[in-house]
């Protein structure tokens, strides 16, 4: 059986993106408000599944609900500056109630954010798909940095160590 992946990203892009995000626990969600203004702010993270989805948390009657209702296109941000790893995603939102999805994602840690549990009818669940990811990071480390930092200070050459690559393309 084949996995069905995200329109734009391969199967080999996504493995990479999600085992860059693997262990960053927050991400930072940007969608765009009716007046035109971005508005981010911290989600917790997920697993992403295998086609490139991802899930968040939410009450109904928010305003990042009512944002991603008026124009699906959001934005994750993810960071982890220990091994220096920086990943942003670009993707479609959409709002999904659906209890089975709810109970299967539910953790006791997100009692946090929705203190009346996972059977409150407020909540819902933000759904995520990724068409384009781009990474930044570093390997070695701060280990890494720290060598190239004192090797551009004795040699005055810039640090080339740090991978960047973009993933995936914008949909049209």
């Known amino acids: 059986m084949t996995t069905q992946t995200s329109p734009n990203l391969q199967a080999r892009e996504l ?14 969600m940007t969608t765009q408000e009716a007046d035109g203004d ?4 911290p989600m917790s993270t997920h697993e992403m599944d295998p086609d490139g989805t991802m899930w968040f948390f939410s ?10 209702q008026q124009n699906d296109r959001v934005a994750l941000g993810f960071a982890d500056p220990g091994p220096e790893t920086y990943v942003s995603l670009s993707g479609r939102a959409s709002v999904v109630k659906d209890k089975a999805q709810i109970d299967r994602l539910w953790d006791d840690f997100l009692k946090t954010w929705f ?58």
């Not at 993106?17 to 930072?28: N, V």
Request: aromatic share 6%.
């Open 59 to 68: 009450y109904d009657d928010t305003n990042k609900v009512r944002e991603i």
């Open 115 to 172: 203190p009346n549990g996972k059977d409150d009818p407020r909540i819902c669940l933000i759904k995520v798909t990724a068409h384009a990811g781009e990474y930044w990071d570093r390997p070695g480390g701060k280990m890494m940095t720290l060598f190239e930092m004192a090797k551009g200070a004795i040699t005055g050459q810039p640090d080339s160590s740090g991978r960047n690559e973009k993933l995936g393309d914008e949909p049209r």
């Open 15 to 28: 493995d990479l993106l999600r085992e860059k995000i693997k262990d960053i626990r927050i991400t930072m």
């Open 38 to 41: 971005f508005h981010t702010r």
